[in-house]
């Protein structure tokens, strides 16, 4: 079996997304812990040693380390035939949903959060023009999850465990209170929870947390 090695830190969704799809697929990994809040990404060293693009998520597989989410996911789902699209039409769904939750969703939910929450003085007016952002972009999903249990349709798909990670973060954390704002996201979370083997990220990545300062 492969070997997996998971470089991550507990806030990150992206880690996340990888640790919950191989928790699904009933394997398991070998959490590596980094400190982000410190700086070790942006080291001259870590980039030589562990990701040149100087981001978390790494994953490691028998020693190869592979970066970059989505196609990470992709792989994983090729790999153990698990949570994929079957037909042509059901792959371009759901590669349209990976992609505008990249460039969308995750792409302000994770910068507005971080700011928002994990930064001691950040820029009010930032913080509204992402907030405007992702309101939009909640907009959309929810409207679209009115209709289908799941961002392809019936299942669940890779593009349900990309888009759901930053969003089942706690409350306190993004500022949304979904079930009051968005009802069907918050059914969406839901049924994501109710997935066998489902769990957290404060569950499936242990290690120190960043400084909390949303009030």
Not at 110 to 132: G, I, N
């Amino acid at each position: 079996m492969p070997k997996y090695r998971l470089h991550y830190f507990p806030e990150s969704g992206n880690s996340y997304k990888l640790a919950l799809m191989l928790t699904l697929c009933g394997e398991s990994f070998e959490g590596v812990w980094t400190d982000f809040g410190g700086g070790v990404t942006r080291s001259a060293e870590w980039r030589r040693d562990v990701n040149p693009m100087g981001e978390i998520p790494v994953l490691e597989i028998d020693g190869r380390r592979l970066t970059q989410t989505a196609p990470i996911l992709l792989k994983l789902s090729a790999q153990y035939g698990r949570f994929g699209g079957e037909t042509e039409d059901e792959k371009f769904e759901l590669l349209r949903w990976l992609f505008w939750d990249n460039h969308k969703l995750t792409g302000y939910m994770a910068t507005y959060r971080f700011m928002r929450t994990f930064t001691s003085s950040p820029d009010e007016q930032v913080l509204k023009h992402f907030r405007r952002r992702l309101d939009d972009f909640l907009s959309i999903l929810e409207q679209h999850l009115k209709a289908d249990a799941f961002a392809i349709g019936a299942r669940p798909t890779v593009a349900d465990i990309s888009m759901m990670a930053y969003l089942h973060y706690p409350a306190d954390e993004h500022g949304y209170h979904f079930a009051a704002s968005h009802p069907a996201i918050a059914a969406w979370l839901g049924r994501m929870a109710q997935l066998p083997g489902w769990k957290s990220a404060y569950d499936l990545l242990p290690g120190k947390r960043l400084t909390h300062y949303a009030k």
